[in-house]
């Protein structure tokens, strides 16, 4: 590697870290803001908060690494610009192409990565999350009832609970059972308690009454009882029926789907999406290409920067990146489309190229 390469690289690398931890901070608070609500209302301990929130930043990576090295380079490009650098550089011989090789290699740089978390640390990190996720709401003998409050626990069961001992003990209890209408299921106890068992998670009440209205006969019936068992796994769906999003899925799985019900309907879209996995790894190429054409190309002029910077490389990424997203919006609906989502990365690269 020549030394020129290498210093205008190492100027380089510092931006693009930089760039790339402040955007992934942002992201990472903001995603953290949505579940606030599990520390506070579910009681999900700060560790499970830590790592929910960490399983997402391979997919918020996949969308700031391009951004990223479209911000370093135009940055670093300035300043040596700025500096008479590049004018010294220029003055000795040193072509487009070559000025341009250290911003490409940085590129080359971004899209290794960005196919490794295209094609692994995304599906994996996302898969992670929604199964966590599902766990978490789903697992009714986790979850600390609040008091004073009716809680809706699964589907269909909401729960009043007056207050709490402090050996977790459950006191002035209501369970309203309202999956059939026409026979809905009350429920009042003096106590109860949320268990798990081998069978799955149980509502043990102690001292109550359940009534049941059947709407056709407008007739109540009661029943009193000293230890009654709610069987909860009635009202929440088993683990093993949750089907797969396309973001969690790896690239076999969205090429290849099975042949259930759910993966025939929405086999277009995960087509689309294996092909966006492909296509998006490029985009820090394109964005560099962008970049180096806006900064290099064209005769030097240091007092015209500003609007190579603001008229033709942000417009011109902002376009790309706007494109790319339609693109991937339509080919899910319009199988037909999936070309467009190569050729418009190919285009951008292809004319940015002849600019440079």
């Known amino acids: 590697m020549r030394s020129t390469t290498r210093y205008v690289l190492q100027q380089l690398i510092v931006p693009f870290v930089l760039v790339s931890a402040v955007l992934t901070g942002v992201i990472w ?16 301990p700060p ?23 479209l911000c370093a380079i135009l940055f670093s490009y300035n300043r040596l610009v700025g500096d008479s650098e590049l004018v010294v550089l220029r003055a000795v011989g040193l072509g487009p192409w070559r000025l341009a090789a250290p911003g490409l290699l940085l590129a080359g740089l971004a899209t290794g990565i960005m196919f490794v978390i295209s094609l ?15 766990m978490l709401r789903h697992d009714l003998a986790a979850i600390p009832l609040r ?41 009042m106890a003096e106590s109860g308690l949320l268990v798990r068992t081998d069978q799955g998670p149980r509502f043990i ?30 009202y929440i769906d088993a683990a093993g029926d949750r089907w797969l999003e396309p973001g969690e899925r790896f690239l076999p799985e969205l090429f290849w789907p099975d042949d259930s019900l759910d993966d ?29 054409a806006a900064m290099l190309g064209g005769p030097f002029n240091r007092r015209e920067q500003w609007r190579r910077v603001w008229l033709m490389a942000v417009p ?38 002849v600019a440079l």
């Open 205 to 234: 009440l102690g001292n109550g009454n359940r009534q049941e209205v059947q709407a056709d006969r407008k007739q109540l019936s009661m029943l009193y009882f000293e230890r009654y068992s709610l069987d909860l796994t009635r």
């Open 264 to 292: 025939r309907r929405n086999r277009d879209e995960l087509i689309a999406e294996g092909h966006w996995r492909l296509v998006m790894p490029l985009y820090p190429l394109g964005f560099a290409l962008i970049a180096l």
């Open 120 to 134: 692994y640390l995304m599906p994996a990190g996302f898969r992670a999350f929604k199964s966590e996720q599902f």
């Open 29 to 44: 608070l903001s995603q953290s803001l949505r579940f606030i609500d599990m520390i506070i209302n579910m009681g999900v």
């Open 316 to 353: 011109a990424a902002l376009t790309l990146e706007l494109t790319g997203l339609a693109l991937r919006a339509v080919t899910a609906e319009t199988p037909e489309a999936i070309p467009l989502l190569y050729g418009h990365i190919a285009a951008a690269c292809a004319g940015a190229s």
């Open 147 to 187: 008091e004073g409050v009716f809680n809706s626990l699964g589907n269909n069961l909401t729960v009043y609970v007056r207050m709490r001992d402090a050996d977790g003990a459950l006191r002035g209890i209501l369970v309203h059972d309202s999956r059939e209408p026409a026979r809905p299921v009350t429920m």
């Open 47 to 69: 560790w499970t908060f830590f790592t929910l929130t960490l399983l997402l930043l391979p997919t918020a990576l996949a969308y700031i690494l391009p951004l990223a090295v």
